[in-house]
């Protein structure tokens, strides 16, 4: 294996602004184009850097609570003031000896750690 390139999470149908709302004016990222062939089907790619999040659309739409991406941050307490300040309040976490991390909900539920 070379790297991960991108993870994806599932959103339901029509979210995409909602979520658009977090991942891109709260946290920065950029929207990348979706090849035309996969245009259609609705949902955001999303980039930062060498972070890359796919939001797809799942008819069955369940949110991932349990599985979910951990993006490292050069500020985290900055970033978790920000998203708290936002509404977007973190779950600090200190399970693991000398991690500082939190969790958040996306705006459909799905689980993001930022550590």
């Given at each position: ?5 991108h993870v994806q999470l599932a ?88 991690v500082r991390r939190f969790f ?6 799905n689980r993001i750690e930022f550590?």
């Open positions: 294996m070379l790297r991960l390139d959103i339901p149908k029509g979210a995409e602004d909602q979520c658009g709302r977090l991942y891109v004016d709260l946290l920065g990222m950029k929207e990348a184009p979706k090849p035309s062939t996969l245009a259609g089907r609705g949902g955001l790619w999303l980039e930062s850097g060498p972070v890359r999040i796919h939001l797809g659309v799942e008819e069955k739409f369940s949110p991932a609570r349990k599985a979910h991406p951990a993006v490292a941050t050069g500020n985290l307490d900055g970033l978790a003031q920000m998203l708290s300040e936002a509404g977007c309040e973190p779950t600090w976490d200190d399970a693991i000896p000398e958040v909900s996306d705006p459909v539920g550590l």
